[in-house]
């Protein structure tokens, strides 16, 4: 039998085909409503095209950028800064938020110092008198405190952690806060996800009729935080600014990075009235789990009114295949790499060196197919840390066996780590690296 003889029945030829014994009256119904669907099929691929041609001319005044580096690469910091430069009303109303998480990494900073404390004064030997013992804190007024009663003294400042934290978290407790006004207790850093936690406060402060107009913050409010930290200022204070602290901090190559900064300021931050600068949005550190997008008009310079999405992603190592998603419609991919990392490892995996970690990130963008086109910047920041661990004498030798003999300085080890990073780059576009 040949193929031209088969016949077979076509479903949709017989769903077109006009139903027998069909009346005039029923064909010009069934006309008209054929008529009628192509009317609205016609509209409806006119306003499909005219979705297309506005889509891309938002495209035309639109920059996509991808964040990428692995975790607490300065990713956020850097997506602040960007907010702060070109969109100067970004944290108009945010202010109240990163208050909260200024505190936070103060309360942090203070339970790694008691915990130094603790460390130092531990008892090596069989004589009953502890070193502890022998730590006087002078305050105000003349009067003094031994370490245990500097430890009660802080106690409520430690114990509002739990209270910052459910707020950020949307009223969800924190685990690793359940008994966080333990000094002993390692600290940990807070995590959030998304944007969630800014609408959270921002809710709340709509909710307060007295929240004052220009920053948000009801002053009247007997939970605010910053009421037992203006309590406990004076004990902060003096045991930030004694002289055998600071020195177990530096015995034990204790760095509290931009805590730090915090912690030198805290005659400013622990004021009854305190509303975070813009200086303090950026060092404020806090740590993002997650996409978010973030949407912003430039404000000033040569791309003023160019809309900007920049998407911040998660950096741990477990949350690294959920960036391929980002890939496909980006117009580039900021990759930062915290050049101080030398001496840390991953928080996921010990045995990884976290300046190794960032090399092998960047091999992998720069070999990836998909991103073949799409334009490579190489961010290595965190050179003030860098700088202040050699100069505290950290040996980069010690981690990096293949540094060698080479000074260790900051010129030196910068160059040399800048040199390493940009070695996996022979791709186009040509890769950007950019040093702060």
């Known amino acids: ?6 016949s077979f029945d076509d479903p949709f030829e017989r769903f077109l085909r006009p139903p027998p014994g069909e009346t005039p009256e029923e064909k010009a119904a069934r006309l008209e409503q054929e008529e009628e669907a192509k009317r609205i099929n016609a509209e409806i691929e006119e306003a499909l095209k005219a979705e297309r041609a506005a889509s891309k001319r938002r495209r035309a005044q639109e920059v996509s950028v991808l964040l990428l580096g692995q975790e607490a690469s300065g990713k956020t ?31 942090t900073s203070f339970k790694t110092i008691l915990q130094a404390l603790a ?26 405190a031994r370490f245990a009663e500097m430890k009660m003294r802080l106690s409520p400042v430690l114990h509002i952690e739990s209270t910052l934290v459910r707020k950020l978290n949307g009223g969800t407790d924190w685990p690793n806060t359940e008994s966080g006004s333990s000094s002993s207790q390692q600290p940990t850093e807070v995590s959030v996800r998304g944007q969630a936690w800014k609408k959270a406060f921002q809710s709340h402060r709509h909710q307060s009729a007295k929240a004052n107009a220009g920053d948000g913050i009801d002053w009247d409010d007997r939970e605010d935080p910053g009421v037992i930290l203006n309590a406990c200022r004076n004990e902060m204070m003096a045991l930030w600014n004694n002289q055998r602290v600071r020195d177990v901090l530096k015995r034990q190559k204790i760095l509290l990075e931009d805590s730090g900064f915090f912690l030198d300021q805290l ?27 973030h949407t912003f008009t430039m404000t000033s310079g040569p791309e003023k009114g160019m809309t900007w999405k920049i998407y ?12 391929a998603p980002f890939f496909d419609d980006v117009d580039a991919i900021l990759c930062l790499a915290p050049i101080s990392a030398f001496d840390q490892t991953m928080t996921e995996d010990k045995r990884i060196n976290r300046l190794e970690d960032s090399i092998n990130l960047w091999i992998e963008l720069c070999s990836n197919k998909i991103l073949a086109k799409v334009p490579l910047i190489l961010f290595l920041n965190k050179c003030d840390l860098l700088k202040a661990k050699l100069e505290s004498g950290v040996s980069v030798k010690k981690y990096v066996p293949s540094y060698g003999d080479r000074k260790n300085d900051f010129p030196t080890a910068s160059q040399c780590e800048l040199s390493a990073e940009a070695l ?8 950007l690296l950019s040093l702060y």
């Open 119 to 144: 460390k130092e004064f531990e008892s090596t030997s069989d004589n009953p008198r502890s070193p502890a013992d022998d730590f006087v804190i002078q305050l105000d007024g003349g009067t003094t």
């Open 77 to 107: 910091t850097t997506l602040k800064q960007l907010l702060l430069n070109f969109s100067d009303t970004v944290f108009a109303e945010e202010r109240a938020s990163w208050r909260a998480v200024v505190f936070l990494n103060v309360i």
């Open 312 to 323: 911040d992603v998660g950096g741990s190592r477990t949350q690294r295949p959920s960036w």
């Open 267 to 293: 005659d400013r931050i622990t004021g009854r009235r305190y509303v975070p600068t813009d200086d303090d949005i950026l060092r404020a550190r806090l740590k993002t789990v997650g996409a978010s997008e």
């Open 1 to 6: 039998m040949s193929r031209a003889s088969l």
């Open 424 to 431: 996996p780059s022979p791709r186009p576009p040509i890769s």
